[in-house]
């Protein structure tokens, strides 16, 4: 629980300052097993310091509010929102001497050092993963990983961050980092820095957790999605899922599912093109993650000018049975969730000698489709050619997420024009704060 939103919430809607003690008291109550004298105290400290930062008047200190909140426009969820905010992000950021930024939607970036490609990535673990430590760091890290490879680069480092509110149990931290340290150790990437916090320190009660992982890597040659050409392959390999069908499984009460997504196979793969030395003729590669395939794909064509063109029924056979019966079960859409598959993109020549050696080392992989010109992504599905698109989030996978919809409660237009507007107002305060520095600083 967010103490200090939860008064500065109250004060805004004009509540005397003794009714907010009050009910504050009895919310950290509920969560702390403290004296009431104790709670009370403590509620009159969040609400001094909550009043002292309701209304900064320091243009440098505050922000205007866009009045579209992260849940409303789907941020987080892997769907059009989410891919929306982050071309705002990136258009914050600018230019940058990077040879791959945050403008190429790759889940890397890339800079050059002496005559080397310097690959980075860092992951958030599974916001639904809070209370299965071992889980998160385990999956996070996988995909932290599978970030690095599916960018051309060889990982050479780890680092981690967590953070923990105020009354998580210190084991969870422990817990998170065996997650993280069991990949590392089966994969041979050390895991050599991390930081660990509370979230909000004082100000959040509960036992909420959540972190990140980061990778560092080394590559001579570079398979980012811009490299995607007309008339290349697309090719796929099994997909059991990560964090997210984990999620799926454990909150629709499934938890052998969980099972099926605890492998290295992915890195196993991306292993075996490395020391057969097929990665240099290799046009891009990708990970299923983002709002599945449908995200995937609208990402690729957008930044490679190019069109995908997917034949439905040679995906699903690479789908984990026992995965893809339960969200068939489930009627979750598998083609809108992160499958944790590697997708392969590459000349005609080369796809065979690529299907040969990774199902010579045991890699279920198959072709999945095609690369045109045009733009969008195609799915034949019974002789049939339909549209590939994200939908506003990625599958609802959990059933608080069927509650919510895959569909924005307001109208999609509106919310874009707020959101325009607030990351205006940031890049110009980016700008202003530069010129305060560089006066200063001549």
């Known amino acids: 629980m967010d103490l200090e939103g939860y008064v500065k919430r109250a004060l805004r809607r004009g509540e005397d300052h003794d009714t907010i003690v009050r009910k504050l008291t009895d919310r950290i109550l509920d969560i702390k097993s403290i004296s009431r004298s104790k709670a009370h105290i403590l509620a009159k400290a969040v609400l001094e310091e909550a009043k002292a930062t309701l209304h900064p008047d320091d243009d440098l200190i505050s922000f205007l509010a866009s009045g579209v909140t992260m849940g409303e426009f789907g941020i987080g969820s892997r769907g059009h929102g989410d891919f929306y905010a982050h071309q705002k ?23 050059s050092v002496d005559g080397k490609y310097v690959v980075v990535t860092v992951d958030g673990m599974h916001s639904r993963l809070s209370d299965f430590p071992f889980l998160a760091g385990f999956h996070v890290t996988r995909a932290a990983l599978r970030d690095i490879y599916v960018m051309g680069a060889r990982p050479v480092a780890l680092f981690s961050d967590v953070h923990l509110a105020d009354d998580g149990d210190v084991a969870k931290i422990f817990d998170y980092t065996a997650g993280i340290a069991a990949v590392s150790e089966l994969v041979g990437v050390p895991l050599v820095t991390g930081s660990t916090l509370r979230i909000g320190g004082d100000m959040v009660i509960g036992d909420r957790m959540t972190g990140c992982v980061g990778a560092v890597g080394i590559a001579s040659v570079l398979t980012a999605r811009k490299g995607a050409q007309p008339n290349d392959i697309i090719l796929m390999t099994e997909g059991a899922g990560g964090g997210t069908i984990s999620t799926t499984a454990l909150y629709f009460g499934k938890p052998n599912v969980v099972r099926e997504t605890i492998n290295t196979r992915f890195l196993d793969a991306c292993k075996v093109l490395f020391d057969s030395e097929m990665v240099g003729k290799i046009h891009a590669m990708t990970d299923i993650t983002n709002g599945g395939i449908r995200g995937d794909a609208t990402e690729i064509s957008k930044i490679a000018g190019v069109k995908l063109v997917f034949v439905e029924e040679k995906i699903r056979s690479l789908v984990n049975p026992t995965v893809l019966s339960m969200l068939d079960e489930l009627d979750i859409d598998y083609l809108g969730v992160s499958l944790d598959a590697l997708l392969i993109i590459t000349p005609q020549n080369v796809a065979e000698d690529v299907l040969k050696v990774l199902r010579k080392h045991g890699i279920s992989i198959a072709p999945v489709g095609h690369i045109e010109k045009g733009s969008g ?12 698109t994200p939908k506003f989030r990625e599958s609802a996978y959990t059933p608080i997420k069927k509650v919510v919809g895959e569909f924005p409660g307001v109208k999609l237009s509106q919310m874009q024009t707020k959101v325009d507007e607030a990351a205006e107002r940031a890049r110009e305060k980016k700008r202003k704060v530069m010129e305060f520095i560089l006066g200063k600083n001549p």
């Open 377 to 388: 992504a195609v799915l034949i599905k019974n002789g049939k050619r339909h549209e590939l």
């Open 89 to 111: 992000i990136a258009e914050i950021i600018g230019d940058t001497s990077a040879l791959i930024d945050s403008t190429q939607l790759d889940d890397s970036g890339v800079v």
